[in-house]
């Protein structure tokens, strides 16, 4: 039986993945913070029959393997949830408070969940393919120094990845880092108006705002093992963003 846990499954890119999962056939679990009742996440479950959501907040550690154990076995780790700079602006007025909380939720929760995943996986039989995907960004590479501890979260988390890489290659588990460019989600809401004209002007080659099947798109046929001698693989999904430029 495949199974996969999404975190911050519940919108934006994490719930195109859901979706995409869903569709294909794998058992789907969300993971976020909020609460069951919350309208965004019924309106997720009712879009995919049989998901199941359980509230989760990364940063509680403790907390883990109530939730392993509640999803059921798990194949397909889909490492997504994220949070932003508290405030867009100078990094020499950062505070401590936004900088500890992209490190708390985007590596430090993001690693012990995905740590506590992979030990499990690594009893599971082979058959389905087992991987781990960390969503981390472009941002990864690509410094905005007025969010610059999103970046640094970021960093850490594509190391993250290789490690988890390096590591379970020989429990023949995927581990792939995935780094999203402009994404049309509600994270990216406020900063519509700033990108708009950007991208239109060659920001990204593509000329268009990403959205989140183009992120679902390149994680089926990863999660299915179609590209499991691939890895480690960094694969980024934003339409030429990153692609060095005169």
């Given at each position: 039986m495949r199974r996969a846990l999404i975190t911050g499954g519940q919108q934006g890119i994490g719930l195109g993945i859901a979706q995409a999962l869903h569709g294909a056939g794998w058992q789907v679990a969300l993971a976020?913070?909020?609460?069951?009742?919350?309208?965004?996440v019924q309106s997720a479950l009712a879009g995919m029959p049989g998901a199941t959501y359980h509230r989760h907040d990364l940063t509680d550690l403790a907390s883990i393997p109530a939730l392993l154990d509640a999803v059921g076995p798990v194949t397909t780790l889909i490492s997504n949830a994220g949070v932003p700079a508290m405030v867009r602006g100078d990094l020499l007025d950062m505070k401590?408070?936004?900088?500890?909380?992209?490190?708390?939720?985007?590596?430090?929760?993001?690693?012990?969940?995905?740590?506590d995943c992979a030990r499990r996986m690594r009893d599971l039989p082979p058959d389905p393919y087992r991987s781990i995907c960390f969503i981390t960004s472009v941002s990864a590479t690509m410094v905005s120094p007025d969010r610059a501890e999103y970046c640094i979260s970021k960093a850490g988390a594509a190391m993250m990845a290789q490690a988890f890489a390096a590591r379970l290659a020989p429990e023949n588990i995927g581990v792939f880092d995935i780094r999203p460019g402009i994404i049309e989600t509600?994270?990216?809401?406020?900063?519509?108006?700033?990108?708009?004209?950007r991208i239109a002007d060659g920001l990204v080659p593509a000329r268009r705002w990403g959205n989140p099947a183009d992120i679902a798109q390149v994680i089926l046929p990863l999660a299915r093992g179609d590209f499991a001698f691939a890895t480690g693989a960094v694969i980024p999904?934003?339409?030429g963003l990153s692609i060095h430029r005169l």
């Open positions: 976020a913070e909020l609460s069951p009742e919350a309208a965004v401590p408070d936004s900088f500890d909380r992209c490190i708390d939720v985007n590596l430090r929760g993001a690693f012990f969940l995905a740590q509600p994270m990216t809401a406020p900063v519509r108006d700033r990108y708009d004209s999904v934003d339409g």
